[in-house]
């Protein structure tokens, strides 16, 4: 097996994919469990590698099709629901069944938002192909958003779970508008 094959579905671009994947799945079992701190370390290695798979994809020449498409099913995973999960379960952990209902439909929002951006992008992008800017907010961006809603919670800035749900809508409109990021 042949790690720098590009036509080989375990290349070694996209088995550090894979690893991102695993690193957002773990991440949500540890938050379902309340330990919120190795969720966030998970959720950085998830970041650290979703920057690498790039990097390796480019610099061997392993963009493909596939890759594209593993590639966004991680973000999906590590950057979308992980980080709606911890924000969730940490602004309703003492919260009334009303208000799990109401913040679950906001998050249930963003969630929707974060994959229809990404299908847009799959849609939209060439194999190997970097734009100079995102239209929209990415989804990694918007995860690290979403990190800073969860801190601002935490450390008792923000502490109304509805104002977090809130900004939250407000992320998950930016996701999908039409405001230009710089590509990194």
């Known amino acids: 097996m042949n790690l720098f094959d590009k036509n080989n579905r375990f290349n070694i671009a996209n088995l550090i994919t894979f690893a991102n994947i695993a690193a957002g799945l773990i991440a949500i079992h540890f938050i379902v469990h309340g330990d919120y701190f190795t969720a966030i370390i998970l959720a950085w290695i998830a970041g650290a590698l979703d920057i690498a ?51 679950g439909l906001i998050f249930i929002f963003y969630i929707i938002a974060g994959l229809r951006r990404l299908i847009e992008f799959n849609i939209s992008v060439e194999a190997g192909e970097a734009a100079k800017y995102f239209v929209g907010v990415p989804t990694p961006l918007g995860a690290i958003l979403l990190w800073i809603l969860y801190l601002l919670y935490a450390y008792h800035i923000i502490a109304n779970p509805y104002v977090i749900g809130m900004l939250t809508l407000v992320i998950a409109w930016s996701l999908n508008s039409k405001l230009k990021i710089r590509h990194p």
């Open 53 to 103: 798979d790039g990097k390796v994809a480019r610099k061997y020449n392993l963009s493909t099709e596939f890759g594209i498409q593993v590639d966004s099913f991680a973000d999906f995973v590590s950057f979308v629901i992980m980080p709606s999960f911890l924000l969730y379960y940490a602004i309703t952990e003492n919260s009334s069944g009303t208000a799990q209902l109401i913040l």
